[in-house]
């Protein structure tokens, strides 16, 4: 079992920044490739910010890329998500997730592929 704690988000004006966090405890981190997701009421699960098991090859939707930074700390257990340039479009309930992978350096992007989330951290960015 891998229990996920997200952290940091909150209401921000358009252009500012958030960083959110994941706790993660229960098992080694390196062993599992994490993701951030949002989502907002009404649509689908939306894929943010991926980084791999172990190497830290990293991967962002085209919507964000360039604007946000995912990194892990395998030795505190903790994954981050930089968030820089917000905009409105934004908005949403963010979750981080892990899945267990048993090869060096793979990487998940789809929700069906994850086998732990957290409960999610609200992101409000403002007009």
């Known amino acids: 079992q891998v229990q996920l704690v997200e952290s940091g988000g909150g209401l921000v004006q358009a252009g500012g920044s958030l960083r959110l966090s994941c706790a993660t405890s229960g098992r080694t981190l390196s062993s599992y490739a994490m993701a951030w997701f949002r989502q907002t009421p009404g649509k689908e699960r939306e894929f943010v910010a991926a980084i791999s098991r172990s190497v830290s090859i990293t991967y962002y939707a085209d919507s964000v890329k360039g604007r946000f930074t995912i990194s892990r700390d395998n030795a505190k257990n903790w994954v981050y998500l930089q968030m820089n340039s917000l905009n409105p479009e934004d908005t949403a309930v963010y979750y981080c997730?892990?899945?267990?992978?048993?090869?060096?350096?793979?990487?998940?992007?789809?929700?069906?592929?994850?086998?732990?989330w957290g409960q999610g951290t609200q992101v409000t960015v403002s007009s």
């Open positions: 997730a892990a899945a267990y992978c048993s090869v060096y350096g793979c990487y998940r992007t789809r929700p069906y592929e994850f086998d732990y």
